[in-house]
């Protein structure tokens, strides 16, 4: 669980400091500057002195004194209550002679906080009227200095205006910094080179801490101002994994480092003072980094969460990380949805739709009776409009899922009190019932209720949470019926959200928490408008002139909440779910989604061998090579059985070469045009081949002679499909035909009469064409990079997506037509979701990619240099290169049991490779 565990890091820090104190204690937006050992003087009668030992801190807008006694409460007194301040004994008089002889800090105040008396977290103790503190330092040169600073910081803690107040503590505080820089004795080894070193601050929840960040060619190192909670933080480049832009109060300033995959937890969040800085470290990092690719997009994760190689709840994770979330950030905490509907069953039934919430509403459309009365307001609302007045996540809604672990938080969240004892966290129904009935009320939840960790659901540490209207005290948090413990209510959730119907639906919520329902009109028609100030661009702080208005302004966007950045703008497609398999299973879908209960033996011997093969791509090995035409081959088809290759080339001729006798046995000339492309049909007694002449012919191999011809185009065509006695041609002039009258095998002399069932309009030239297994949909890529998904029932266009910016070189659909890959002359690999019509993916190599073959999660292509590239699409990377061809790659041909494999090249050759397994 990401909240625990940064809890446990800050609970280690504080153990190895041994300091009560954390940053928690100051009030929000507060800085800790310097620390000085110091007693409090205590009178106990008119001679009488007791002196405490303990740590004076000296804060932006406090003064905090922690005892070493852990009995003894520490103490918080908030400048602006202080009366006066100055060295102990002195006055007008006899300052001077004061000054010589004082070692004590005096603080006159009329408002005191008592905090953790006997390391015990409560809430504040508070004694108001006028007192006098003493507070004597171990080094008594330092207290005019320190005097001269509380004196300062107490100005600024007394201007009327907050926007002053912030601006000169800011002023303050930059000078303290531009005064020090890093440490450069703290780096690991002597040798390290220093490549950048600014000003930032640390982000951990509610605090932000100013230093200085420094790194080298080895490691990124952050050294805090004050020391506190350790002289120095260090990270090792080699370590780390990931790296995010963040944006911070809706500023482009954030930087967060992961050394993990998959943990939401970060090592270090860091907020800079200049977008500039930022960048430019995130540069050093990204470039430093060895074998760095680029970071995942949403799209890419797409890609993965669709085929089943992520699960709900780690896809989740990964948008909201995308989507600038982070738990160091309590304005920005990762969002999860509500999924089980009902809390009152004594048995959870997750195959009744009836048990779930209903994906496709924000919380506040849950209710339709309530939704009518938000309605009803929002239409005599004046612009700008929002339907709800509070948001599904903020940092009040955090903590009061999260109190019973982080009830410092929570304190300093709310000046030192927890919530009224009726308002809590009390019990998972009736916080549901709240947000389906409250008028104010539309949180989601957060990762934790799909985590493993129970520690948010038990008072463990015993706090003190206040009685409620009943009598009973707040304790652990009441389950459902069908929850017979903490750990079943948390399995039983994620059981939920990996179930079959959250996977059919969880696209919907994505649409309007991270999709294109999330603004604008499909957001009205969603009844998803929130504040303006929540959404990134809402408002600009840079353009507000006046400080206490910009100062207002940046508190209600970090108290009220934020929406995540949009990561989709169309529809999210839907999750492949399987027939027969588990949904959490992270294995290749591709068998059950055709297998059926009944289907055994050959079928899963097929499916074993081609995802054998597939796991060994990139130990493909050249096995044999033949040089058969005068120029570029263009086709490949081979025969059933294996032992005759059919190649077509540019030099216009069909080849036929005998794989077991390693010999060409015929050679056939249809025009003086260079033929595209060639089949075998099912018999394997014809091949047709297309040609640049405008023709289609068909060769009868136990005749030895062209059978026909069909002269169907106006221009060149480019590529040949068949299935079913239909033929598929795509031209250069601008069409894909669809004809009949194909029979699988033609005696005789005989002609045929070819009859044309369908015509496929493009406004270019096509270049390519393929059709998915059933043959009910067909794809075309065009000279000018549009990729066109046809519906073959009805012969109409379902999606164009305009996605290379040259020729699309190939395209084919996966083995479960869920989507489609693209190449072009702009050497982008492209995946595109055939529901939706969305690009979910893009890679770049450093040349066109001319062909290939995939089975939906790698991809073999054929390089313009002649290399074989093994693509890792979920991976989103080259897993290897191997040398081939030296000329451009033209053609791929792979059996059905993806174990045999030839290529075709412009160096007029062809290639047999082998799996070495």
């Known amino acids: 669980m990401a909240f625990t565990r940064k809890r446990q890091r800050e609970q280690q820090l504080q153990l190895y400091s041994k300091e009560r104190f954390s940053l928690l204690l100051l009030n929000l937006e507060e800085y800790y500057f310097e620390q000085h050992t110091a007693f409090h003087v205590q009178h106990q009668g008119s001679h009488e002195e007791r002196k405490i030992r303990g740590s004076l801190k000296i804060c932006s807008k406090s003064v905090i004194f922690e005892p070493d006694a852990v009995s003894q409460p520490i103490i918080k007194i908030p400048l602006r209550d202080c009366l006066k301040i100055g060295k102990h004994g002195e006055n007008g008089a006899n300052r001077h002679f004061a000054k010589a002889k004082s070692s004590g800090i005096s603080l006159i105040f009329r408002q005191v906080y008592f905090i953790k008396e006997h390391n015990i977290v409560a809430p504040y103790k508070i004694e108001r009227g006028k007192m006098e503190y003493v507070f004597d330092l171990e080094v008594s040169g330092k207290v005019e200095d320190v005097v001269e600073t509380l004196l300062q910081l107490h100005r600024a803690s007394c201007l009327d205006k907050l926007g002053d107040q912030t601006a000169m503590i800011t002023a303050i505080l930059q000078s303290r910094l531009a005064r020090t820089s890093f440490d450069k004795n703290r780096f690991q080894n002597v040798s390290e080179k220093l490549h950048m070193e600014c000003k930032a601050e640390m982000v951990t929840p509610l605090v932000t801490n100013p230093g200085h960040v420094c790194i080298t060619d080895t490691s990124l190192y952050f050294q805090p101002l004050n020391g506190h909670p350790k002289p120095v933080v260090q990270i090792t480049l080699q370590d780390v994994r990931r790296i995010y832009k963040r944006r911070h109060g809706l500023m482009p300033l954030g930087l967060e480092v992961f050394c993990t995959e998959d943990d939401l937890c970060s090592d270090i969040y860091l907020k800079f003072y200049e977008p500039q800085d930022r960048d430019d470290l995130y540069f050093y990092i990204a470039t430093y980094l060895e074998h760095h690719v680029a970071e995942h997009t949403a799209e890419s994760y797409m890609l993965q969460w669709q085929r089943g190689h992520l699960s709900n709840y780690q896809y989740l994770l990964h948008l909201n990380n995308l989507a600038d979330r982070s738990c160091n950030d309590l304005s920005q905490y990762p969002v999860f949805p509500w999924i089980i509907n009902d809390y009152s069953s004594t048995e959870l039934d997750l195959s009744n739709p009836g048990t779930f919430r209903d994906l496709s509403k924000p919380v506040g459309a849950l209710n339709q009776e309530r939704l009518e009365r938000l309605l009803t307001r929002y239409q005599e609302m004046p612009e700008p409009k929002f339907m709800y007045g509070s948001h599904y996540s903020s940092p009040g809604y955090v903590l009061f899922y999260l109190v019973r672990i982080a009830p410092e938080y929570m304190l300093c969240l709310q000046n ?48 003190d949470l206040g009685k409620r209207q009943g009598g009973q005290m707040v304790d652990d948090v009441e389950l459902p019926a069908w929850a017979s413990s903490p750990q079943d209510f948390l399995q039983k959730n994620k059981d939920a959200l990996e179930s079959t119907y959250v996977s059919e639906h969880l696209h919907e919520w994505i649409d309007l928490i991270f999709g294109y329902k999330q603004k604008g009109s499909e957001a009205v028609a969603a009844h998803n408008v929130f504040h303006p100030l929540t959404y990134e661009g809402g408002v600009d702080l840079n353009s507000i002139e006046d400080p206490d208005e910009k100062v207002a302004m940046l508190t209600q966007i970090l108290e009220f909440g934020q929406t995540p950045k949009q990561l989709f703008v169309t529809p999210h497609p839907r999750r492949i779910t399987p027939k027969f398999k588990s949904v959490s299973q992270t294995s290749s879908y591709n068998a059950s989604m055709t297998d059926s209960p009944g289907e055994e033996s050959f079928e899963d011997l097929t499916e074993e061998s081609r995802s054998l093969a597939w796991n060994n791509i990139t130990k493909l090995q050249l096995h044999e090579q033949y040089k058969l035409h005068k120029e570029a081959v263009t086709g490949i088809a081979v025969s059933c059985n294996g032992s005759s290759v059919f190649t077509t080339s540019q030099d216009s001729t069909l080849k036929m070469f005998s794989k077991e006798s390693k010999m060409l046995q015929r050679s056939i000339s249809f025009s003086n045009m260079a033929l595209s492309s060639c089949l075998l049909l099912p018999g394997d007694t014809t091949v047709i081949s297309s040609s640049w002449d405008n023709n289609v012919y068909f060769y009868s191999i136990a005749f030895g002679r062209r059978q026909d011809t069909l002269m169907g185009h106006d221009d060149a065509v480019s590529k040949i499909c068949w299935h079913n006695d239909r033929l598929f041609s795509a031209s250069w002039d601008s069409t894909v035909k669809v004809w009949s009258g194909v029979p699988a095998e033609m005696p005789g002399t005989k002609r045929h009469q070819f009859d044309l069932l369908a ?98 999660n790698s991809v073999l292509s054929g390089s313009r240099s002649g290399e074989l590239l093994v693509w890792d699409l979920l991976g989103a990377k080259i897993s290897e290169r191997i040398q081939g061809h030296t000329g451009a790659v033209t053609c791929i041909w792979m059996n059905e049991q993806c174990s045999s494999i030839i290529t075709g090249g412009e160096d007029r050759q062809i290639m047999f490779w082998k799996l070495q397994y």
């Open 759 to 856: 015509e496929l309009e493009h406004d270019v030239s096509v270049n390519t064409i393929n059709l998915n297994v059933e043959s009910t949909l067909l794809v075309s890529g065009t000279k000018e990079g549009m990729v066109n998904i046809w519906d073959l029932t009805t012969a109409t266009l379902l999606h164009q997506i305009s996605c290379h910016s040259g020729t699309v070189c190939d395209a084919a659909f996966s083995p479960d037509s869920r989507h489609v890959l693209s190449t072009g002359a702009d050497g982008c690999l492209n995946v595109i979701d055939v529901q939706t019509g969305m690009l979910i993916s893009s890679m770049t190599s450093e040349e066109p990619q001319r062909c290939f073959v995939w089975d939906g």
């Open 416 to 463: 030192g009190r927890f919530d009224n004892a009726d308002r809590m966290f009390n019990s998972i129904a009736e916080t549901w019932k709240n947000c389906l009935d409250g008028a104010t009320d539309f949180k989601e939840l957060i990762p934790e209720f799909y985590d493993e960790d129970v520690s948010f659901l038990v008072n463990s540490l015993k706090l």
